[in-house]
């Protein structure tokens, strides 16, 4: 009885007396999405463009990361080591067109997958390999000092993750829609065999795109570097990035944001009100039950492209 | 034609090799060691310090002739702090080469736990140093099984008794509230019972709040106890990147960090330095003084690294856990000389070494002398005690180091030792185990 109570009314009675701290958990929520929201958009472009499940995107935001800070750590200065940064990212992004997807053109989207399985694995181990596994700090001056808006307190570095994933997602929308480049990638997406046919290069773009997503990558790394400090768990982030592909669809780079606030908010949520019931630690595993509810109405996520396939 | 010539040569060069083998002369006496580690995965910035201390305490002992002459060889595996890896490098390192080591350092709660019946029946020691069962302290039950110098039952008596004697007195407990942030896993949840019979023992009022791994987000967790519970202090038992998180997180709701104490295993470097400015009067407890600034520390930078600091620090020299590693290698290998004075001036077993531990006193002349003064307080084990009563200190990060900021604080063993008793029984029942009688 006491567990229905704490499950079903408990946490209602408590939201409606407590209406700034639900505001102040939702809010939380909702800005801690954004997070991993900028995670998701690597996942969206490259499963856009291509139609492969990047499961290396993890590991690039590491990558990405570790490299920036490692070339600071080596003296460079942070807009040196940024640009430095995204130089190897974009190599990384031909070395892996080259060796790996190139040579998996026409094969099944398992063994694409499969394939950038072992790239993750890759990239976890060299990056530590070449710039070792401690902890290293990032500081790239965002504050995060706390500020209270009517009772409710808002951090800097989550404002600042918000700003930032919403300048992403704008230069993003101007680089698919009003590029060359762009409006080739929004081609491959739509059918790749008629992009060919009209002569846009395939490799080329894929190329292009896992650059891009790697530049995402160091973006979404320089983040959580900032928040957490660099280190081997942030190709973890990734798990976070999951539920947030399975609500807003694997296609849509508005729905990677959409459904970055629906999970964060939804796990938040949650983990404070209803988290206690159960003895907490809910909030992994219910974003995941919440992306399965989303999947059962629409598999396609809220945003994702109907996928039909005639047989 | 071609192909087979090669295999030949290639066969008659391995018979030549194993020959030479063979040939020399008898090597001289070794004692080797299975080292369980983890330089790999979410722990590793926590696994590597503490490997590169024990590792370098062995090879500081090495170059100094050895335990009584007999050299210590040893075996890294990478658990990755996965209890399954754990239990295979286990099976994988345990003997190498015909020799059986004496004693296993688990460096994971779970794989502690995982272990202590296979190294039973092995006959190999398990030393669990500040983590593991804390009830495997009971020796009675536990015989090869040793957690000196302190549980983390003891230490969260130590803990609470710290914060009594903040706010004014243990009298003064009463009606405060305490907040356990913990690592949802068997190493988290270890001391719960005990600050549930600390909290009715002085009338504090105690939640816990658990994290899930690897802890990487916590901002509902921080919210609750930050704006909704607003305790009087918080204390964590966290390990790996849900310390720094907990501690940018807490400093994201305001709470005051010297109200905020984490356990020894959330109290080095790397849970520090990445939150910043933030973490600056967080406090975490400690069985020693942290910093490189003993007689052994001076030893290892010039015999090991040629005096060539830049290469030592690099090595995590002098870092918290990096002087755990140490502290653990000093402890096994003054069990093995104890050991040595009985059986002889030869490597030992796990029963040799398990005598060794239990007539263990390292008094703190016995660390001095070692080259560790100052550093730690004494331990003495004996047949029913594997825990010792070794006190803990509390220290506080003050932005680039951490440094002791309370005097010595005993555990309340009077408290905790019923406690270990009532669940080793309760294990040797379910195990079907008859406590040995010790005198």
């Given at each position: 009885m006491e567990f229905l109570h704490a499950m079903t009314i408990g946490p209602i009675v408590e939201i409606i007396e407590y209406p700034t701290f639900f505001m102040e958990v939702l809010i939380g929520g909702l800005l801690t999405g954004v997070m991993y929201s900028l995670v998701a958009l690597g996942f969206v472009l490259i499963f856009k463009a291509s139609?492969?499940?990047?499961?290396a995107q993890g590991a690039m935001v590491l990558f990405a990361a570790l490299t920036f800070v490692g070339l600071m750590e080596h003296g460079l200065p942070m807009w040196a080591a940024l640009i430095a940064t995204v130089a190897v990212m974009i190599a990384l992004a031909y070395a892996i067109e080259r060796l790996v997807l190139g040579k998996l053109v026409n094969q099944e989207p398992i063994i694409l997958f499969m394939a950038t399985l072992g790239i993750a694995f890759f990239l976890d181990g060299f990056g530590q390999t070449i710039w070792g596994s401690d902890v290293k700090p990032l500081d790239v001056g965002i504050p995060s000092d706390a500020i209270d808006v009517g009772g409710v307190l808002i951090n800097w570095f989550d404002i600042t993750a918000a700003v930032v994933a919403g300048l992403m997602v704008a230069v993003l929308a101007i680089f698919f829609q009003k590029t060359r480049i762009g409006r080739a990638l929004r081609a491959v997406a739509d059918d790749h065999q008629a992009a060919l046919s009209v002569g846009i290069p395939l490799k080329t773009i894929w190329m292009v795109v896992w650059s891009v997503a790697g530049i995402v990558g160091l973006v979404a790394g320089v983040m959580w570097g900032s928040k957490l400090?660099?280190?081997?768990?942030?190709?973890?982030i990734a798990l976070k990035a999951l539920p947030v592909l399975m609500i807003g669809g694997f296609t849509s780079i508005p729905g990677a944001i959409i459904g970055g606030l629906i999970v964060g908010a939804g796990e938040k949520v949650a983990e404070v009100f209803w988290g206690p019931a159960v003895g907490g630690a809910i909030e992994d595993w219910f974003a995941y039950m919440l992306a399965m509810a989303f999947l059962v109405f629409r598999p396609q996520g809220l945003f994702g492209d109907k996928i039909i396939e005639r047989v | 034609m071609k192909l087979k010539k090669l295999i030949l040569a290639a066969v008659g060069m391995a018979v030549g090799i194993t020959g030479l083998t063979v040939a020399e002369p008898v090597q001289a006496d070794e004692q080797y060691m299975p080292l369980l580690v983890y330089?790999?995965?979410?722990y590793a910035p926590g696994g590597i310090p503490y490997a590169n201390g024990l590792v370098d305490y062995f090879k500081y002992v090495n170059a100094q002739g050895g335990v009584n002459g007999v050299k210590l060889t040893w075996e890294e595996c990478d658990t990755g702090y996965n209890t399954a890896r754990g239990v295979e490098c286990y099976e994988r390192i345990k003997i190498k080469d015909g020799k059986k080591g004496a004693v296993v350092m688990p460096l994971s709660t779970g794989i502690t736990y995982a272990l202590i019946e296979r190294a039973a029946k092995d006959g190999i020691v398990i030393h669990s140093m500040g983590y593991g069962?804390?009830?495997?302290?009971?020796?009675?039950?536990?015989?090869?099984?040793f957690t000196a110098p302190a549980t983390y039952w003891s230490q969260a008596t130590a803990i609470t008794k710290y914060i009594g004697s903040e706010v004014?007195?243990?009298?003064?407990?009463?009606?405060k509230k305490i907040s356990l942030v913990y690592h949802d896993s068997a190493y988290g949840k270890e001391p719960i019972n005990t600050f549930i019979a600390l909290s009715k023992k002085y009338g504090f009022k105690f939640t816990k709040h658990p994290v899930a791994?690897?802890?990487?987000?916590q901002k509902a967790t921080w919210l609750t106890i930050g704006?909704?519970?607003?305790?009087d202090y918080v204390v964590m038992w966290g390990w790996g990147v849900m310390n720094s998180t907990a501690i940018k997180e807490a400093a994201a709701v305001k709470f005051p960090m010297d109200r905020f104490i984490g356990n020894w295993w959330a109290a080095s470097e790397n849970d520090t330095r990445p939150p910043g400015k933030a973490s600056i009067g967080y406090k975490a407890a400690s069985f020693y003084v942290p910093g490189n600034f003993t007689k052994l520390h001076a030893d290892i930078l010039k015999g090991?690294?040629?005096?060539?600091k830049a290469a030592a620090l690099k090595n995590n020299w002098g870092e918290v856990l990096y002087n755990r590693g140490m502290v653990n290698g000093a402890i096994i290998i003054e069990a093995m000389k104890v050991a040595q004075k009985k059986f002889g001036n030869r490597s030992v077993n796990g029963t040799e070494i398990a005598y060794g531990f239990e007539n263990m006193d390292m008094t703190e002349e016995r660390f001095a002398e070692l080259?560790?003064?100052?550093?730690m307080k004494s331990i003495k084990l004996s047949c029913a005690d594997h825990e010792g009563t070794s006190p803990l200190i509390i220290t506080q990060w003050d932005g680039n180091t951490w440094k002791p900021v309370s005097d010595w604080i005993m555990p309340d063993h009077a408290m905790v030792r019923p406690m270990y008793k009532e669940a080793a029984m309760k294990y040797a029942k379910e195990k079907g185990i008859t406590p040995r009688k010790c005198m």
């Open positions: 139609g492969v499940f990047n499961f400090g660099v280190q081997f768990t942030l190709s973890l | 330089r790999s995965g979410p069962r804390t009830a495997a302290s009971d020796g009675t039950v536990f015989p090869l099984v004014g007195g243990m009298d003064k407990l009463k009606g791994h690897p802890g990487l987000e704006r909704k519970i607003r305790p090991l690294y040629g005096g060539d080259g560790m003064k100052d550093f």
